[in-house]
């Protein structure tokens, strides 16, 4: 159960200390959109657009990765100056290595923000990225994807004894 199993899990990017992260030797951000930045379907709005110039006055990379089609990422990479892969087919290693690529950077100084564990947490996971799993920003989403958090519930509920283990030692 590991491979699922994020670095952190975390209530809001936007609560995230970045400077730390760049301190600590971190230099590029990869980011799903939807229910990780904003609601699902949302534009980038102002505290996304704000957000990502913040990131860019600490010195950190970003990309966005998205399953969405370019339709729905471009516009939003546009507003919040990213980087962007659309149709990326998470959890496939691919396109995460691309988003590397993209930012010259390689698995040691790259970070992974997402909501969602069997596509975004699993395939950065596989690539060798730390991950960060955020919570939801909000409930109303795809049905598909409702069903996949009755089953995220059980990975978590493990994840949360693990890490309670693993603080103990």
């Known amino acids: ?14 609560e995230f200390d970045f400077k ?3 301190e600590d030797g971190v230099n590029a951000v990869i980011f799903d959109i939807d229910n990780t930045l904003v609601k699902h379907g949302a534009p ?15 010195g950190l990379k970003t990309c966005l990765l998205s399953n969405n089609k ?14 962007y892969i659309a149709d990326a087919k998470k959890p ?3 396109n995460y290595y691309k988003a590397m690529e993209l930012m010259s950077s390689g698995t040691e100084d ?20 730390r991950t960060y799993l955020v919570k939801p920003i909000h409930p109303k989403e795809e049905i ?3 069903l996949k958090r009755r089953l995220e519930a ?10 309670l283990r693993i603080n103990k030692v």
Not at 1 to 14: Q, R
Not at 70 to 83: C, I, M, N, W
Not at 154 to 163: G, N, Q, S
């Open 70 to 83: 370019p339709v729905r990422v471009e516009p939003f990479a546009q507003k919040t100056g990213s980087y």
């Open 110 to 129: 790259t970070v992974f923000f997402g909501d969602q564990i069997f596509t975004d947490i699993y395939g950065a996971n596989k690539c060798g990225i």
């Open 1 to 14: 159960m590991n491979k699922f199993y994020p670095y952190d899990y975390i209530d809001s990017v936007y």
């Open 20 to 22: 730390k992260l760049h």
């Open 144 to 146: 598909q994807i409702i």
């Open 154 to 163: 059980v990975v978590l509920f493990f994840y949360k004894r693990y890490k």
């Open 92 to 94: 496939s290693k691919k």
């Open 44 to 58: 980038a709005d102002k505290k996304a657009v704000d957000f990502f110039n913040n990131l860019k006055e600490i």
